[in-house]
């Protein structure tokens, strides 16, 4: 594969790519945006890190910045449809010639052993970073991890501190406070602190300042988000895209932008609770943090869920805390190996008594929830038909 490694487009290129790893090792996409650094300018950069709520925040913001005139990409993970949706540039998903330019430029710039090396996280990191060459604003978000993610190699101007919960323990620690920690380690300059479950994440952000001053002399400033009904914003929004808005619009205040709420009443939130028929939500939450603030838009109502899961994800959690709106689960199938044993699955669901299917009928006078991970809101778009344009 190395010797072709050159030649492969991009779509070629990232199928021999790791997209999951057990270890992280950063001083690849370190070595890798040592030599891109030099090549290019990066805009001011706005971090964005937690366990949920990341891309909706990210992409609230990048909206507004567009529409007062910036240019501004904003860098999600993962997509739902097409690899396009990670790079959103000026109100569009990147075009196919624009990815196919910045990855040229990279093969071209990197030596055989990196571009052997970078995981597909880190490569679709810098083909983000030299799409936003010379702009105004870049939205990054990062990925699964915090002071160790990709996306942590360049410094930032600022970072937004989405809901932080219990989640990615392997990677990030098996505690509120050691996860906080892990992903507040990759501040700069100056926190923005949104809405949060856990206290223990406040009084973790204040210690990883003391930690910051003393190993790299670095002042880190602290602002805590604390009012979350402060503004009047669409009824359309979720309540927790609401809080998240809340968070983003601190931010555009720090950033001295006047604030229009208006102008955010047409922002794309693909996945996030969007009601894409009368009667079906998606949501891409995976989590039990994510199952909390769901079930909270439809309390007092009973709904169909379809759902899977991956096997190191809290599922009987996430089930439990679903359950007073669940009328029956049906189980999608998806042929992935990180996804939970079937029967592990139903075995759950027999013990909380909560009734399952086998088919996905969508019947016009019942409620349905798609709802598990990206792979699950895929692979149901996949089976309807479902075009987003």
């Given amino acids: 594969m190395q010797a072709n490694l050159r030649k492969a487009t991009l779509s070629e290129f990232l199928e021999y790519k790791t997209l999951y790893y057990d270890k992280i090792d950063f001083t690849i996409v370190e070595s890798s945006w040592q030599i891109l650094s030099k090549k290019i ?14 891309g909706s925040t990210g992409r609230f913001l990048a909206h507004y910045l567009y529409k007062k005139k910036f240019k501004v ?11 396009n949706e990670r790079i959103w540039i000026n109100g569009n998903d990147v075009s196919d010639e624009n990815l196919e330019i910045a990855h040229r430029f990279l093969q071209e710039i990197f030596s055989l052993e990196l571009l052997s090396k970078l995981t597909y996280f880190e490569y679709t990191t810098l083909l983000a970073f030299y799409l936003s060459k010379d702009f105004d604003y870049l939205v990054l978000e990062a ?11 360049v410094e930032n101007n600022l970072s937004l501190i989405t809901t932080i919960g219990l989640d990615h323990q392997s990677f990030l620690g098996d505690t509120i406070k050691q996860i906080a920690t892990t992903k507040m380690r990759s501040v ?11 206290d223990d994440v406040i ?18 400033e602290i602002i805590e988000v604390k009012e979350f009904d402060k503004y009047e914003l669409n009824n359309n929004f979720a309540s927790y895209l609401k809080r998240n808005l809340h968070l983003v619009i601190e931010c555009l205040n720090e950033l001295k932008i006047p604030i229009d709420l208006k102008l955010f009443d047409d922002v794309p ?43 190191d994800k809290d599922y009987e959690e996430v089930l439990k805390i679903l359950k007073p709106i669940i009328n029956k689960i049906i189980i999608i199938e998806l042929d992935d190996k990180r996804i939970v ?8 669901i027999k013990q909380l008594n909560i009734m399952n299917d086998d ?24 089976l309807i038909g479902f075009d987003e344009k």
Avoid: W
């Fill in 359 to 382: 088919t996905i009928k969508i019947e016009k006078d019942q409620e349905y929830l798609v709802f598990g991970s990206f792979l699950v809101v895929e692979k149901f778009l996949s």
């Fill in 41 to 54: 300018n990066l805009p001011f950069v706005i971090h964005i890190v937690g366990t949920n709520g990341k």
């Fill in 73 to 83: 990409l904003h860098y999600s993970s993962p997509h739902i449809m097409k690899f």
């Fill in 143 to 153: 990925g699964l991890g915090g002071e160790f993610d990709a996306t942590n190699v």
């Fill in 269 to 311: 939130l693909f996945g996030r609770c969007q009601k894409i028929l009368p009667n079906v939500t998606i949501d891409v939450g995976h989590n039990p943090l994510a199952a909390s603030v769901i079930v909270k838009e439809f309390e007092g109502k009973k709904i169909n869920l379809i759902y899977n899961s991956y096997k």
């Fill in 188 to 198: 700069d300059t100056k926190m923005l602190i949104g809405y949060q479950v856990f």
């Fill in 203 to 220: 009084k973790t952000a204040y210690e990883v300042k003391e930690q910051i001053l003393k190993e790299r002399n670095r002042n880190i």
């Fill in 341 to 348: 044993d079937k029967n592990n699955l139903l075995n759950i």
